[in-house]
Structures are given as structure tokens and as C-alpha cells.
């Protein structure tokens, strides 16, 4: 199936720094999702887009659903430890019929 | 609701052998998919049932692998014969539904298989 490409690949930062990282499409999808895997367990949605321009805030996680519809971004501010993990996007399409998911952001904290 | 429950955790098998792992999707939800995780090739959909009728089986590798849900609220991937490249962690997920409005997939906890 069609993969989304993210970006970065994996990123090393300290503690308290914030995180930006981004996910792309060459089609149109008409809802983003992110996930949160952490090591040994499946991935965990932290939060839902529907519309172009949405920005929507889980605590220290906030989303934007790209005005294209094709991109989808994902900050973390002020990061702790516990923000360690891989971070998925995902989509869907208006046909419906799957869910489209991204090549994983890796991120390591620094304490 | 306890989420969605796969059996075993891990696995550990010859090559050459059956392997069935299992899934119970969360009560009420209408799509339940399987999925395989590795690092070469991140996470990739297998199979997906809508109301325990499989709708696309595009993404099993090959013949060796099945996948049945006899009812709502359970679902099995078989691989016979296993093989070593089919060592991975496999992903049961269910979502109340597809399209717009979605709610997401909600996904278990994984079985890593491994293959000697």
C-alpha cells in the first residue's frame, strides 16, 4: 500500500527542547491521524484531523492538518523523557478503504 | 473495554511450522485488520475485514499466509509453513469505522514471531 513519507527519520534532543516533525503525500487524504508507538507495545493514537487547516492540541502535543491536504504536521513542546518513541502518521482517503500509514519518526530524548 | 486482545506475545518457532495467532477486536467495531511490523519495511497492512468479511487481502505476502473471523469478535493469521523472513511483530488493529469521521485504528499490543 501507499506509504507516507516522515521526516525526520529520527531525532536526538534534549530535554525540554520542543519537536517538529512533519509527514507528506503525493494524494489527497481527508483525515490525518498521529500515533505514538513506545518500545514493546502497539501504537497509540494521540490525536485526530479533519479538515484543512485544523490545528488541534493534545496537552503538550499539537497537530495541523495541512491547508494542501496532503501534509499533516506534529509538535511536541518543552519534551520529556517519556516523549522517547516512534511517531506514526496516518491517513485516510475519501474512497475509505484502509488506513494509510506513515514510515515512522523515531525520537530519543536526552536528559 | 480492555482494548483489543492478541494472543500470544511472543512466539517462537522452527521453520517449517504452523503458526496461528489471534486477535479480539474491541466490542462494537466493525473493521479489524492485521498488519506486520519490521524495521526494513515499517508497518505494513496485511488483510482487513469489514463485519467479518475480508475486503482486501492484497497486502498477504503469499499463499502461506491466511486469515480468518468466524465471528465479531475473533480473528486469527495463519502462516503454514512458517519461514524465518517472516519474522516480525504482527499488529491486530480494529476501528469503528473508515472514511470521514474516523476515529482511528485502535491497535493491540502486538505477537512478535520469531523463526529459527
Known amino acids: 500500500g501507499q506509504q507516507l513519507n516522515q521526516s525526520p527519520q529520527s531525532m536526538f534532543i534534549q530535554e525540554g527542547e520542543d519537536v517538529s516533525m512533519n509527514c507528506t503525500s503525493s494524494s489527497i487524504f481527508n483525515t490525518w491521524l498521529w500515533y505514538k508507538q513506545d518500545p514493546g507495545e502497539g501504537p497509540v493514537l494521540l490525536i485526530a484531523?479533519?479538515?484543512?487547516?485544523e490545528l488541534t492540541s493534545n496537552g503538550r502535543l499539537t497537530a495541523q492538518f495541512g491547508i494542501t491536504r496532503k501534509d499533516s504536521f506534529l509538535n511536541i513542546s518543552a519534551s520529556i523523557p517519556s516523549d522517547v518513541g516512534i511517531y506514526f502518521c496516518a491517513g485516510t482517503k475519501n474512497t475509505g478503504n484502509q488506513f494509510y500509514f506513515g514510515t515512522g519518526t523515531s525520537l530519543t530524548v536526552i536528559p | 473495554d480492555a482494548g483489543v486482545i492478541q494472543s500470544p506475545r511472543h512466539e517462537v518457532t522452527e521453520m517449517g511450522q504452523e503458526v496461528t495467532l489471534r486477535c479480539k477486536p474491541i466490542?462494537?467495531?466493525?473493521?479489524l485488520f492485521w498488519y506486520r511490523q519490521t524495521m526494513m519495511r515499517g508497518l505494513e497492512l496485511l488483510i482487513y475485514f469489514n463485519n467479518n468479511v475480508p475486503i482486501d487481502d492484497s497486502g498477504m505476502p503469499e499463499d502461506r499466509f491466511s486469515a480468518k473471523m468466524p465471528n465479531a469478535s475473533f480473528s486469527t493469521l495463519k502462516i503454514q509453513p512458517s519461514e524465518p523472513r517472516d519474522s516480525a511483530v504482527y499488529f491486530c488493529?480494529?476501528?469503528?469505522?473508515?472514511?470521514?469521521?474516523?476515529?482511528?485504528?485502535?491497535f493491540g499490543q502486538g505477537t512478535r514471531l520469531t523463526v529459527v
Open positions: 466490542s462494537g467495531h466493525d473493521y
Open positions: 484531523l479533519y479538515k484543512a487547516g
Open positions: 488493529a480494529s476501528s469503528l469505522r473508515l472514511g470521514q469521521g474516523t476515529t482511528g485504528a485502535f
